[in-house]
């Protein structure tokens, strides 16, 4: 964290505004997928921004809400949960209202294995701090190069995984959890490892239709208070 950033409190306050608070990051691929559900379930909330290119995440008033000192954290009065993953589940079981996961066993079970895939093995490698890494590893091309390599491996195994089950969405006609954890880490990989999408046909109209969603338009990076 630079010496220069200002200390920021965090207090956990829902006697005022809206009753859910998401701490978040403009550029964060794992809070955007929460500001997309949080969205498509019409949930209000409040938005706090957490820098991290400044290091804000690493200040002790941050780290009492998440001991990781990552975004995305959310607090529901009383409740403060950390990693998108939790937070969604969380959502989907205090707020059933626009379910993100279908009835059918078989499809539930395939939302949720896509949603493995990519918080586990695509957007780890998206962080920043792996990136910087790498970089001064390798040096930057082959910090590109091997991340675009493990990125497609693992686009390449959700397109199989899908290939029978996508229509407009990833399973179906209805957007569920796989949509909202596919297409903010699809923007990411394109915009910032130069993916070529056209190897995942499957994949790549699932984005396109997720993105004329005024759900996902709203929540994505630039459309953010603390976008820059």
């Given at each position: 964290m630079e010496s220069s950033s200002p200390k920021k409190?965090?207090?956990?306050?829902s006697a005022s505004g809206p009753k859910l608070i998401l701490y978040s990051y403009w550029q964060s691929s794992c809070a955007w997928r929460v500001r997309f559900a949080l969205n498509l379930k019409g949930l209000s909330?409040?938005?706090r921004s957490v820098n991290l290119a400044k290091g804000e995440q690493f200040t002790p008033e941050f780290e009492k809400l998440n001991p990781l000192m990552y975004v995305p954290v959310l607090v529901d009065g009383d409740v403060?949960?950390?990693d998108s993953y939790a937070i969604l589940l969380y959502l989907e079981?205090?707020?059933?209202?626009?379910a993100l996961l279908p009835v059918d066993p078989q499809l539930?079970?395939?939302n949720l294995q896509t949603a493995s895939i990519v918080s586990s093995s695509i957007q780890p490698l998206h962080m920043l701090s792996l990136s910087k890494y790498m970089a001064q590893k390798v040096g930057p091309e082959d910090q590109l190069s091997w991340g675009q390599s493990n990125i497609e491996q693992g686009f390449l195994a959700i397109e199989k995984l899908l290939k029978d089950f996508a229509d407009r969405y990833a399973t179906g006609k209805e957007v569920y959890?796989?949509?909202?954890?596919?297409?903010?880490?699809?923007?990411v990989a394109t915009a910032r490892f130069s993916i070529d999408m056209s190897k995942f046909p499957t994949l790549n109209r699932v984005?396109?239709?997720?993105k004329a969603l005024p759900e996902f338009q709203s929540s994505s990076p630039e459309k953010q208070p603390d976008a820059m």
């Open positions: 409190n965090y207090p956990i306050d909330y409040e938005y403060v949960i950390s079981e205090k707020y059933p209202c626009k539930k079970a395939i959890l796989a949509d909202v954890f596919l297409a903010p880490q699809i923007s984005y396109e239709t997720c």
